[in-house]
């Protein structure tokens, strides 16, 4: 069964930044599609950063867009989300997933793909 573990929420105030991990185990970071979402109550949640096996190519929503960096450590297994410029909107829960490369029918992104592996979530509060 695919473990996801998340990381290094906290709260921070405005201006701020944070680093989520994200340990994954047995599934291999590589050839999956790793992903970050955030959902806070009454909102959609939002896939806020995408990145392909291999780790590219990966992209941002344009919400994060020159604040969040995705990477990876594939000899540890883990994702990361460097977070800076912290707003009050960043505000959320964030989630860790994975989906399979082969699951994925041929792509990471689009909107309707379905991310099959998640994380417990850790919590990021921005204070203004």
Known sequence: QVQLV????????AGGSLRLSCAAS??????????????T???????VATMWPGGDPIDYA????GRFTISQASAKNTVYLQMNSLQPDDTAMYYCAALFWPFAGGSCSPAGVEYTDWGQGTQVTVSS
């Open 26 to 39: 047995p599934l291999t970071i590589k050839g999956s599609c790793m992903a970050w979402f955030r959902q």
């Open 41 to 47: 109550p009454g909102k959609e949640r939002e896939r």
């Open 6 to 13: 998340e990381s290094g929420g906290g709260s921070v105030q």
């Open 62 to 65: 344009d919400s994060v867009k």
